[in-house]
């Protein structure tokens, strides 16, 4: 269960990490883009 755990954790830091240094990198475009592309996706 330890080891199940750690894997999460680590999996959460890294979308973190990814997510702050999207913003300290300011690529929204590239984040819109990518909102739009789930968006039709959806069929929204």
């Known amino acids: 269960m330890n ?3 750690s894997e999460r954790g680590e999996e ?3 979308r973190l990490a990814g997510l702050i240094d999207s913003i300290a ?3 929204w ?3 819109i883009i990518g909102l739009l592309a ?3 996706e959806n069929g929204l």
């Open 12 to 14: 959460t830091t890294l």
């Open 25 to 27: 990198t300011a690529r």
């Open 29 to 31: 475009p590239s984040l």
């Open 3 to 5: 080891a199940v755990r």
């Open 38 to 40: 789930k968006v039709r």
